[in-house]
């Protein structure tokens, strides 16, 4: 991204900066980017609007009215051709069907296929969300850091695109969403008969099942018009997701005003007085830093919790009123389901509406735990990301204002295990909660629901691992005098006193009785751990440095 095409200029201090309508020849917001290449300055004169993570997002929203298009118009086609238990299948058919490996691979790997799709459609329509939600809270004075939970956090106004109506909507979409394709993607078997009624040839191949395909479409292009609503209802600032951008244009727009004497004060020191501090040896963990921290990681655990709970009663069903079922042992245990593992079985009606209500709400309730579980871990990793990127400030190469979106979450390794995890979990619920998936004709037989319990407990010990990483992460406390922020807003303003494309953070002024620590757009020397810091604002006794 090249930054100098993106970058807002005015030369002014944050005190005295004008409204934005005031400014001189204002047109709109796009008329005041400049192609000359921005110099260091002390106030907010310059941020980065990043119309390159617009571009993206626009174009993520694009593909996925694309693809929800697709699945209502297939849907739809299924539906009218075969019924609402009707099936279309895909691929080239398998005439043994004594081998079945191949089939099942298909089958999973085509599953997992589809989840990846729809999390990479519900990732860009939650970006486009994130962002207009930030700026609702902003207009409303209520935005206090740069990460938040999307669905769980509301603007004011049941109407609102970004309010509590919609937003509860959004999450009944994203469970819909990641709850269907374990009912898509099934088995469709070709059975031939002769006059005598015998059995000709049998052969499956894998297909889609029509009514799912259709909820699925409807759910996605639901939430793309809920994201479009929220981005034209809210006057965006800047599309960036760095927190320094976000901060420079809300001081740009006197939206928050920078507060003098916290030079050295972290975002733990917000309920104290404020005022001279000395720097600290390490920094407050994200658990203690950040409100919604500490109810993200128990939900996780509870959700481990709930898992294992639900692994126990599967296995004492199974082992009490199923005689056919296997014993759990070592030899039984596998990651793919199979005919010897232990798991219990019930039937819900059969090709009526009333089956597949009652199939969904039995896939939604209990995947909706899961797709809530990772929704609110999104928090933990914007949050550490916020953090790391400040703490950029104090290295050789500095803190960059402008950075290439997709390149920031592949640096990140937070980023990328939560959206690798995200459709993996998914996926492996669907591997624990299985639908009899398989059509005779192109008509699905029945609604069969099965409950494995190995693939429970693989679940659990996957949800486990997940949760200890990021029970880990948001414990680790960083060390070093910077003072911790984690994206909090007005604790970015008052630490950085001059903004520049490339910041770095340190020792700027002995003084007497106090120091001044802050950024510059040069490399600045270590803070002195023995001398107490309060601000440039303090008084005339401040001596710069040479």
């Given at each position: 991204m090249a930054a100098s095409s993106e970058l807002i200029e005015e030369n002014s201090h944050p005190s005295s900066l004008p409204a934005y309508n005031a400014l001189p020849g204002h047109q709109d917001f796009d008329s005041t980017i400049s192609d000359e290449k921005p110099t260091a300055v002390t106030g907010t004169g310059f941020y980065d609007r990043n119309l390159t993570s617009r571009r993206y997002a626009l174009i993520g929203i694009a593909c996925s009215s694309i693809f929800s298009c697709l699945c209502i118009i297939t849907g739809i086609v299924t539906v009218a051709n075969h019924g609402i238990v009707g099936v279309t299948p895909l691929g080239l058919s398998i005439v043994n069907l004594n081998y079945p490996l191949q089939l099942s691979l298909q089958l999973e790997i085509s599953t997992l296929m589809l989840v990846s799709i729809v999390t990479?459609?519900?990732?860009?329509?939650?970006?486009?969300?994130g962002i207009s939600l930030r700026s609702a809270l902003a207009s409303e004075s209520r935005l206090h850091f740069n990460t938040n939970l999307r669905l769980l956090t509301a603007a004011r106004g049941w109407r609102n695109p970004n309010g509590a109506l919609l937003n509860g909507i959004s999450i009944a979409l994203l469970t819909i969403s990641y709850s269907l394709p374990s009912l898509i993607i099934c088995v469709d078997q070709r059975v031939l008969h002769s006059l005598d009624g015998s059995i000709t040839q049998e052969s499956g191949s894998v297909a889609i099942a029509g009514l799912p395909l259709l909820i699925l479409g409807v759910a996605l292009l639901l939430q793309v018009m809920i994201a479009l609503s929220a981005m034209r209802a809210v006057k965006i600032l800047t599309w960036s997701s760095s927190p320094f951008d976000l901060v420079a244009a809300l001081v740009h727009h006197t939206q928050l005003t920078p507060a003098t004497f916290r030079c050295m004060r972290r975002v733990s020191d917000l309920d104290t007085?404020?005022?001279p501090a000395k720097p600290p040896e390490t920094q407050p963990s994200a658990w203690h830093a950040h409100p919604s921290i500490q109810k993200v990681i128990i939900f996780l655990w509870a959700i481990v919790a709930a898992c294992i709970v639900w692994a126990a009663i599967v296995m004492y069903i199974s082992d009490r009123f199923f005689s056919n079922g296997n014993a759990l042992t070592l030899q039984t245990w596998s990651f793919f389901r199979n005919s010897k593992g232990n798991d219990i079985m019930y039937d819900l009606l059969k090709g009526s509406p009333e089956g597949w209500i009652l199939l969904f709400v039995n896939i939604a309730v209990v995947q909706g735990l899961l797709t809530l579980g990772l929704h609110c871990s999104e928090l933990i990793v914007n949050v550490i990301r916020d953090e790391r990127q400040w703490r950029w400030a104090t290295r050789r190469q500095g803190l960059r204002m402008a950075t290439n979106p997709l390149v920031s979450i592949l640096n990140q390794p937070n980023c990328l295990i939560l959206?690798?995890?995200?459709?993996?979990?998914?996926?492996?619920?669907?591997?624990?909660?299985?639908?009899?998936?398989?059509?005779?004709?192109?008509?699905?037989?029945g609604f069969l629901i099965f409950m494995y319990t190995a693939q429970i407990w693989n679940l659990c010990i996957a949800l486990f691992i997940f949760a200890c990483v990021f029970t880990f992460v948001a414990l680790r406390r960083p060390s070093g005098p910077q003072p911790a922020a984690y994206g909090h807003l007005q604790t970015l303003a008052d630490l950085v006193d001059e903004w520049s494309p490339v910041m770095w953070w340190g020792h700027k002024a002995d003084g007497i009785p106090y120091c001044h620590a802050g950024t510059s757009d040069h490399p600045l020397p270590d803070v002195k751990m023995y001398c107490v810091y309060a601000g440039s604002g303090v008084g005339s006794s401040l001596v710069p440095l040479s």
């Open positions: 990479l459609c519900a990732e860009s329509i939650g970006f486009v969300h007085c404020g005022g959206f690798i995890a995200k459709p993996v979990l998914h996926w492996m619920f669907g591997l624990s909660f299985d639908i009899g998936k398989y059509a005779i004709n192109n008509a699905l037989s």
